[in-house]
């Protein structure tokens, strides 16, 4: 069974930083990208950044300049660094891998359970 975990969530002021780390576990043979997304109370979710298999990256435009994304060397996983962080960044934010080839298993995609990020201005 695939499962994704994240963590580095917690409570900072405005102008700090934070990693967030999600990591894939279960018998996966590739993934096609992996992102980030948020959702404040209220709002719908929406897409902070995403990385594919070869490289390539996108971001939200209220991020840019701000985040950065990054996989780690076991593909399976993906980082988030949050510099120049806002109050308006607060929100659950959740990992997702997209186009899962697993043992066993249908193509799929997955998301994560959440962490929480709060930014106190």
């Known amino acids: 069974q695939v499962q994704l975990v994240e963590s580095g969530g917690g409570l900072v002021q405005a102008g700090g930083s934070l990693r967030l780390s999600c990591a894939a576990s279960g018998a996966i043979f590739s993934i096609d990208a992996m992102g980030w997304y948020r959702q404040a109370p209220g709002k719908q979710r929406e897409l902070v950044a995403a990385i594919t298999s070869s490289g390539s990256t996108d971001y939200a435009y209220s991020v840019k300049g701000r985040f950065t994304i990054s996989r780690g060397n076991a593909k399976n996983t993906v980082y988030l660094q949050m510099n120049s962080l806002k109050p308006e960044d607060t929100a659950v934010y959740y990992c997702?891998?997209?186009?899962?080839?697993?043992?066993?298993?249908?193509?799929?995609?997955?998301w994560g359970q959440g962490t929480q990020v709060t930014v106190s201005s």
């Open positions: 997702n891998a997209e186009g899962v080839r697993a043992y066993l298993q249908r193509q799929n995609n997955y």
